[in-house]
Every structure is written in structure tokens, then in C-alpha cells.
């Protein structure tokens, strides 16, 4: 009796192993790639759905994002996520982490190895200047993919701009004629504020050494070595400090608070001019209910060589590397990376979202759709982008720690705007906290 | 006579006593001993390169001035919300213990902050006091007063200590109002009766009856605006301007979380740990004192 239903489980389990293994072909395993981002609604939609393209391009890689919240608390579960070996395949990491990153040479697989590793045919001039040098290294190997990328311009108010009898086709193109528009619409009570502006190191600190061709730290901002230090209490960095706060006196500037708080200003109305990231065009539209204008950021035409390109930010994807990863998951990367690198991709992404086209195919292929034709002042980041010849000055910024050392420039500019201390001094101090981070982070990386 | 066990089970006591330890174990013990492991490292944020640095961090911690900024802002936030906190709750528990119409509503009412998440209760204050969209805010503009707390880290401080104080009335309320509501009438109507007026009858018999309760509270008020102010200063002022509302929690988290430096991060929170040590036990041998149970 035993004997005989041993014999019937014996058959049932050939049965079963049968009808689960021949009878029903499995499809084909897909190899599955991790993909980690930190874009909120409806960006971060905009970006699962060219995922999804993806994967409906192609049988053999699934990618699969996930939303693991902003930029800071990504990277945070990225670096988590490698600790415990189990690392994504690809992370977005926002462009101040880049140094970071690069220093994590164990956890990160540099972009131009998987693609020599794989063979896939890839050209770094595609890109635009400005972005290729944000992620590369000195010799101009890429070690991440750039993205979603955007820069900073001036967004002004037209209707605010007749009110206070300002010609609202000729919008200020140098610091003296912001001030100048600025007290005239004060004078005129056309709007609350006459300037301000959204990430205030960003627009102030780090975009203006680049147009003014000035180092914002030594080695190239960073980019040529990890023991830079900071510049920015120079003359010219003191004295705009010194304008800003002047203007804060006079009332035609108002300080809109750290990262991008200053963005709710401009679409109600209250600041007629701001400088605030590209991005904030898609907003603009949605929310503004006056007619508006965008334009370069300013610069000071006493300044031999200025204007210059302005920089990048926004972020760029990371290859990880985990414990027993494989070439043919690496593959995987390398042919999404391919896919949204495509200039009707990349165009679809621009037009979309304001992000910046990153390649210059991308850019003639929204020309070519009239996109700029449609859109008047779309093509403004763009063109800032690559008004210049790049100087060591305008390449990007590579500095360890750069969140924190922006909270110092925050909070020295801060303490600055509340007349707590000079121009001179807030810069000066800037620099020497600075640097201590910097040096804190170059003990801790030291290779 | 002497009280016989009920159980002799040896094992059961420790089942029942299991999931509380496990749970102490698992979320503190464990990560605090982690926390004063990684303050003596220093170590990139991956975990790629560590380095023993016997006490440099606590060092470079002490030894700066920033830091002895934020231990101050942080007792004088902490002193602040916690009298405002349990002044205005026992005000308000002390009046809504007389006999008035509606007592049960206002109470309702009372309690009711408290089920609010601090991250939101600091967005309410942030839609009435934010200096362009804010009602409040606009009218102080309004009214000539230049409101800014983005800018004045006084106003900034003020708006962060009243946000959290409001947050924690209504918990420092529910214990006074059952303090109160304990005391015997009697020996409040024989005071009565003997002539001892509302202020004296409050400060003779009322208070000292509560102490136990206003002890409690003191504790936890304390612990409350060290450790869990965060979502309200995180929502409101991110610990800006300047440095203006960077209390030593949240400078943990900025050090740890967002720039990344675990072992400054966890030296920093070492040493927070052993003030809230240091804080509790100054307060049970010398306070409590006091205290008549």
C-alpha cells in the first residue's frame, strides 16, 4: 500500500513538472534593471513612460523605475542600498552630488566603460559642451549619462514691465539695468518686488563666477582635483554680494528664500523679474496669468569677458555596481542609456518638461517639429548654454560635499542680507567653511 | 502578610516582557550602540574607506562655534516651548475644569491638535504666517511690521517654538485637566469655606496636588522639543535663516542625512544623547524632590 502511493505521487509530480515546464512554454526571463529616480509629478511620470517605451521597444531588458523620493533622500537610498549589496542598476543622481559619486569609484561603473564593455558605438560629442564637461573626466571620458538637465535664466513680468514704463521687449541684459528696472517698478508700484531670485547660490554664486568667467573654487572649480579650494570672496563676488544687499536697502530686491522657495514669486505676480531654473517655464504656464518674457541672466559689462555660457544643473544617471552583477545586465544599461539618448527622445523630453535639449541633435530635432517657432524664448537656456567658447571657469563644478558647502553660502548670505555682517566678511567666512568641508572631504575619499 | 504568586511559571514572565525588549532592543539599544560605533570612524558616505579616529569628531564637534550656537538656540528653544506649552495648557485645562456650559465641546476641541502630524500642523502655520501668502503674514506687512521670518532669524525662531508649542498643549492639557479633575472637592471647598481665595486655594492645594503630573509633563515636554520638533522646523524654516532654528536634532540630521558626514553626524548624536540623559537625571534627583505623590 505504501509502495503503491509513492508510485502515484511519483507520477503526479512528473505530471505537474510536465504541465508547468513543457506543456506551457515559459516566455523568455527578461532581465530585469533597477532604476532609482527622484523626480516628483508629473516629471517623474513624464520619465517612467519613456521607461515603459523601453520596454516596449525591446523583448529582452524590463526596466523598472521607482520613485525613491527628492534628489537628497535618492541618494541617501542609493548609498544605503549599496551598503547592503544590493545596489540599483542605474540611480539619477542631482549634479551636485557628482563629485560624490566619482570619488565612490568601487560603487559606480563609469559610463564610457560599459559602453566600450559592450561594445555599443558612442559618441561624447553629441553633447553639448557645458553638459559633457559637467560629467566628465579631465581627459573627457563621461562617467555618468546626462538627463534631465536645465540652467538658470531671467523670467520677467510684460505687463508689469509697461505698468511701470519699462519696454517689455527690451528686457535687462546687464546688473545695472536689472537695479535700474527693478527701483523703476518700485517707483511705480507696478508689483511688490521688483527682483529677486530662486536658488540663491545657484543664480548668485554659481552661475555668475561662470558668466564672469571668474573660479568659484581653484583647479577648475574642482573639476582637475579633489584638494581645490574656494574663491569666492573675490572683488567681483564681494561686490555683487554688496549689490544685493544694497538693492535689498533701496527695496528692489527681496531675498525669496533657500533652493527653489523664490519660485512661487514670479507666476503670482509678486516679483516682476527672477532668475530661477529653466524648468520653472513649465509652471510659468500653468500658473501666470500675465504676459511674460524670458531672457539670459545679466552680468556686468564692466567685467572684461563676460558673458560666458552659463553652467548645468538638474542630474544625471549612475551606473551601480552590487555583488555578482553581470556584463549582460550592464548591456541592459547600456541599451536604455542608447534609447533615451535618441534625438527624438531627448527632443520629446525638452519639449515636454523645459529641461534643457542636451544633445544638439536633440535640439535641431525640436527645431526642425518649430518648437521655438511656437514657443518664442524656449530656446533661451539653450542658446546661454552655448553663447561662448567654455573657460576653466564655465566647465561645471566638481566639489565634495557641495550640498553642504551651499548651506554655508546660504547661510553667510543670509546673515549678510540681515546686515549681520559685511559683504567682505560673508564671503570671507563662505571661503574658510568652505574649505573645511572641502578638506573633511578629501580626507574621507582619499583613495 | 505577604502577597502568595499567582504564577510559578518561571518561563511566562519573560514571554510576557519578550516583545517589549525586542522592541527596545531592535530601535534603540541596537541603533545606539551603532551611533557611538561610527562617531569614532570617519569614513566616505559608500563605505569604502574607513579610518579609526579615536575622538576627533567629538573634537572638531566641540570645539566648534557653530555648534555651541545651535546647543544654545536649542535650550533656549526647549525652555521656551516647554513653558509656553505647559503654562498655556494648564491655563487652559484649569478653565475648562469649572463648571461652564459646553464644557465637553471646548475640551473636544482642545484635544484636537494633538492627532495633527507636525509635518502638517507646520504647514497650517506656514499658510497663516508666510510673509506673501500667509493671512497673518500679510496683514503684519500690512500693519507696517516688517514680517520676514525667511530673513529674521528672530521671527523665525518665535514662529518655529510657537508652531511647536501649540503642537504639544493639547497633550499637556489631557494630563492637567485629569490632574485637576482628581483632586477631591472636599478639600477645595473646605479651603473654600475657610476663606482662602481662588489664587490661594491654586497655589496651596491645586498645584502641589498636580506636581506629580507637572513633573511627568516637564519630562516629556523636554524630550518632546528635543527629538520630535523636527517636522516642524524641517517644514518651516529647514533651520535657516542662517542658522537661526538649528536645534541639535535637526543639525543631526542635516550633518548625517543630507551632507553625508555619518561620523560628525553620530558624534553629534552621541553627545545629544548623553544631554537628555544628563537633563533627565538632574531633574529626577533634584526636582523631583518637590514633587508630593
Redo the contacts between chains.
Keep these: 500500500m505504501v509502495k503503491m502511493s509513492k508510485g502515484i505521487l511519483v507520477v503526479l509530480v512528473a505530471t505537474v513538472m510536465f504541465l508547468l515546464t513543457g506543456a506551457t512554454p515559459a516566455p523568455a526571463q527578461k532581465i530585469e534593471i533597477q532604476f532609482w529616480h527622484g523626480l516628483t509629478q508629473p516629471l517623474g511620470g513624464m520619465l517612467e513612460k519613456i521607461a515603459e517605451d523601453f520596454n516596449a521597444s525591446q523583448g529582452k531588458y524590463r526596466i523598472n523605475p521607482t520613485f525613491k523620493g527628492a534628489y537628497?533622500d535618492t541618494?541617501?537610498a542609493a548609498?544605503a542600498a549599496?551598503?547592503a549589496g544590493n545596489a540599483p542598476h542605474i540611480v539619477q543622481m542631482f549634479e551636485v552630488g557628482t563629485a560624490?559619486m566619482m570619488?565612490?569609484?568601487?560603487?559606480i561603473k563609469p559610463l564610457y566603460e560599459i559602453m566600450q564593455e559592450s561594445g555599443v558605438p558612442f559618441d561624447t560629442r553629441a553633447y553639448i559642451p557645458a553638459v559633457r564637461g559637467y560629467f566628465s573626466l579631465p581627459d573627457g571620458r563621461m562617467m555618468s549619462m546626462p538627463f534631465n538637465t536645465s540652467t538658470a535664466i531671467t523670467f520677467y513680468n510684460k505687463d508689469a514691465f509697461r505698468k511701470a514704463g519699462l519696454d517689455p521687449e527690451k528686457p535687462p541684459q546687464t546688473w545695472q539695468e536689472v537695479r535700474a528696472a527693478a527701483r523703476k517698478i518700485r517707483a511705480a508700484n507696478a508689483a511688490?518686488i521688483g527682483f529677486t531670485c530662486a536658488w540663491p547660490t545657484w543664480t548668485q554664486f554659481e552661475q555668475f563666477s561662470a558668466i564672469h568667467d571668474i573660479p568659484l573654487a581653484s583647479k577648475s572649480n574642482g573639476l582637475e582635483g579633489m584638494d581645490a579650494v574656494l574663491m569666492i570672496n573675490s572683488p567681483l563676488h564681494v561686490r555683487h554680494v554688496q549689490t544685493l544687499i544694497d538693492m535689498q536697502k533701496e527695496g528692489s530686491f527681496k531675498?525669496?528664500?533657500?533652493d527653489n522657495?523664490g519660485d512661487?514669486?514670479f507666476p503670482?505676480g509678486?516679483a516682476v523679474i527672477i532668475q530661477a531654473s529653466s524648468g520653472l517655464r513649465a509652471r510659468i504656464i500653468k500658473e501666470a496669468k500675465f504676459e511674460w518674457g524670458a531672457t539670459m541672466l545679466p552680468y556686468y559689462d564692466d567685467v572684461k569677458g563676460a558673458p560666458k555660457n552659463s553652467i548645468i544643473g538638474g542630474a544625471s544617471f549612475w551606473t551601480m555596481t552590487a555583488p555578482k552583477r553581470t556584463a549582460e545586465e550592464y548591456k541592459g544599461v547600456v541599451e536604455f542609456f542608447r534609447f533615451i539618448s535618441q534625438p527624438e527622445v531627448m527632443a520629446k523630453w525638452h519639449m515636454d518638461t523645459g529641461y534643457l535639449p542636451i544633445t544638439f541633435g536633440g535640439f535641431e530635432r525640436a527645431q526642425t517639429l518649430g518648437y521655438y517657432k511656437q514657443n518664442p524664448g524656449a530656446d533661451i537656456p539653450y542658446k546661454q548654454m552655448i553663447r561662448s567658447e567654455m573657460t576653466k571657469n564655465s566647465m561645471g563644478l566638481r566639489l565634495g560635499?557641495m550640498?553642504?558647502i551651499r548651506?554655508v553660502m546660504?547661510?553667510e548670505l543670509?546673515?549678510a542680507?540681515?546686515g549681520?555682517q559685511s559683504a567682505q566678511q560673508a564671503m570671507d567666512s563662505a571661503v574658510s567653511r568652505g574649505n573645511v568641508?572641502l578638506r573633511?572631504f578629501e580626507?574621507?575619499?582619499?583613495? | 502578610m505577604q502577597r502568595r504568586v499567582i504564577f510559578n511559571n518561571k518561563v511566562l514572565p519573560y514571554l510576557l516582557l519578550a516583545p517589549q525588549i525586542t522592541i527596545t532592543v531592535i530601535f534603540f539599544f541596537w541603533p545606539a550602540l551603532q551611533a557611538i560605533y561610527w562617531s569614532v570612524l570617519?569614513?566616505?558616505?559608500?563605505?569604502?574607506?574607513t579610518?579609526f579616529v579615536w575622538f576627533e569628531n567629538f573634537t572638531t564637534v566641540l570645539f566648534n562655534p557653530l555648534y555651541i550656537d545651535s546647543v544654545k538656540t536649542t535650550f533656549l528653544f526647549t525652555f521656551s516651548v516647554t513653558a509656553i506649552a505647559m503654562s498655556s495648557a494648564l491655563l487652559l485645562a484649569f478653565m475648562a475644569d469649572k463648571q461652564i456650559r459646553g464644557a465637553g465641546a471646548y475640551k473636544t476641541l482642545l484635544i484636537w491638535p494633538y492627532a495633527v502630524a507636525p509635518a502638517v500642523a507646520a504647514v497650517l502655520w506656514l499658510f497663516i504666517f508666510h510673509p506673501?501668502?500667509g493671512y497673518l503674514g500679510r496683514l503684519l506687512s500690512a500693519l507696517g511690521i516688517l514680517w520676514d521670518y525667511?530673513?529674521?532669524?528672530g521671527q523665525a525662531l518665535l514662529l518655529v517654538t510657537l508652531a511647536a508649542s501649540w503642537k504639544q498643549i493639547s497633550y499637556n492639557f489631557l494630563f492637567f485637566l485629569a490632574a485637576l479633575q482628581s483632586i477631591p472637592k472636599s478639600v477645595l471647598e473646605a479651603a473654600s469655606i475657610d476663606g482662602a481665595s481662588p489664587t490661594k486655594r491654586f497655589w496651596t492645594i491645586v498645584f502641589p496636588l498636580i506636581s506629580p503630573t507637572s513633573f511627568f509633563l516637564l519630562m516629556v515636554n523636554m524630550v518632546y522639543s528635543f527629538f520630535d520638533t523636527f517636522g516642524v522646523i524641517h517644514t518651516l524654516t529647514?533651520g535657516?535663516?542662517?542658522?537661526a532654528t538649528e536645534t541639535l536634532i535637526y543639525k543631526v540630521y542635516?550633518?548625517g542625512?543630507?551632507?553625508?558626514?555619518l561620523g560628525g553626524s553620530s558624534a553629534q548624536s552621541v553627545i545629544l544623547m548623553l544631554i537628555v540623559i544628563g537633563l533627565t537625571a538632574v531633574q529626577f534627583r533634584y526636582v523631583e524632590r518637590k514633587v508630593h505623590y
Design positions: 537628497p541618494m541617501v548609498i549599496f551598503r560624490t570619488a565612490a569609484r568601487e560603487a511688490n531675498y525669496g528664500g533657500r522657495q512661487a514669486l503670482s509678486e560635499n550640498p553642504e548651506n546660504h547661510e543670509e546673515k542680507l540681515q549681520q568641508i573633511n580626507r574621507a575619499n582619499r583613495p | 570617519l569614513q566616505d558616505p559608500f563605505g569604502l574607506r579610518q506673501s501668502v525667511k530673513l529674521n532669524g529647514g535657516g535663516p542662517g542658522k542635516s550633518d542625512v543630507l551632507f553625508l558626514d
